[in-house]
């Protein structure tokens, strides 16, 4: 993180609640609250709800604390980088100390908060995603090397575990298999967001694959770990809180994830460029759609579990 540049601290205007609101990352907030969810109510021990929507909303908040902790740590890049320079601390909305206290604050707060209304296994579990997220990815790969996203991908494949351990006081096999998922889900989701984003990352001096190995390597690796992602997603299938309804799913979303991975496998820059990058943007919003769906089949399975029905 720079702090030699005057503007990192000067305010330009003054911040309202929706610039204090996108420092918590609202888009990444949202597949934390999600997966977690999921991860809480396909457990196999049930809560009160009390207990789970104050768990659920602990869990929101440390994530939301990680997202400030690491604009804060990014806010030199961010104001390079074309796809974060509308962020509050590039534009001068919010200042960096601020989104150091509110990160830190609500950190603290979200894992004793967590703690205390559902028990210290998730906490643990959630003050380690925070840390793992800024301290490992944010701060330390990111800038270093290649496989960032990669290792670092593990942030945002906690947070079904952490529902999963707030239900059940620990970790199982289900609860690793859907960690599994977002965390192989996540290379080939931001490498096909590397691929036409173009110089962003280049720019910036960050050390994706689309810059140290080029974007030939990239395309092949978007293909490996879409084949490696999907007998993970079918192997959940035949666990407890899987079912043919998933099974289904997760099957005809592989085929299409696959089919996807291998056209851009395919492709070169002049085949990209000519179409605007097309199909690499289609791969990244079927990816989306791909990670939703899965923890959508199994929230769908134990919906029918509850009234006698789901399973094999």
């Known amino acids: 993180m720079s702090d030699t540049s005057l503007d990192c601290t000067t305010r330009t205007g003054e911040a309202g609640f929706g610039d204090y609101y996108a420092l918590l990352k609202p888009r990444v907030m949202s597949l934390v609250v999600f997966t977690a969810l999921v991860g809480l109510l396909v457990a196999p021990v049930s809560v009160h709800p009390m207990i789970g929507f104050a768990s659920i909303l602990f869990i929101a908040i440390g994530g939301g604390a990680s997202g400030a902790l690491n604009m804060w740590w990014d806010a030199d890049i961010d104001r390079i980088m074309r796809r974060t320079k509308g962020r509050p601390i590039p534009t001068g909305k919010v200042t ?10 609500l950190s603290v707060m979200s894992v004793v908060m967590l703690g205390l209304a559902a028990n210290w296994i998730a906490a643990g579990l959630l003050a380690f995603t925070i840390f793992f997220y800024v301290v490992v990815y944010t701060m330390w790969l990111k800038r270093w090397t ?36 977002t965390f192989m889900w996540t290379p080939p989701h931001f ?18 694959l689309t810059v140290t190995h080029g974007r030939k390597v990239t395309r092949v690796h978007i293909l490996v770990y879409t084949l490696l992602l999907a007998p993970i997603t079918i192997g959940i299938g035949v666990t407890s809180i899987g079912g043919p309804i998933y099974m289904v799913t997760a099957v005809l979303l592989n085929l299409w994830f696959i089919k996807g991975a291998i056209d851009i496998w395919r492709r070169d820059e ?20 791909y990670l939703f ?9 134990a919906g029918l579990r509850t009234f006698g029905f789901g399973g094999w």
């Open 96 to 105: 960096e100390e601020e989104a150091f206290a509110i990160g830190m604050t």
């Open 146 to 181: 290649p496989q960032n996203i990669v290792i670092g991908g593990a942030a945002g494949a906690f947070p079904p575990m952490i529902g999963w351990a707030v239900a059940t006081g620990g970790v199982s096999v289900e609860s690793v298999l859907m960690f599994l998922i």
């Open 191 to 208: 490498w096909a967001l590397a691929l036409f984003m173009k110089s962003d990352y280049d720019d910036a001096g960050v050390p994706m």
């Open 270 to 289: 002049a085949m990209a460029e000519g179409d605007n990058y097309r199909v690499e943007r289609a791969f990244f919003k079927v990816s989306l759609l």
């Open 293 to 301: 769906l899965h923890f959508g089949a199994l929230l769908v399975e």
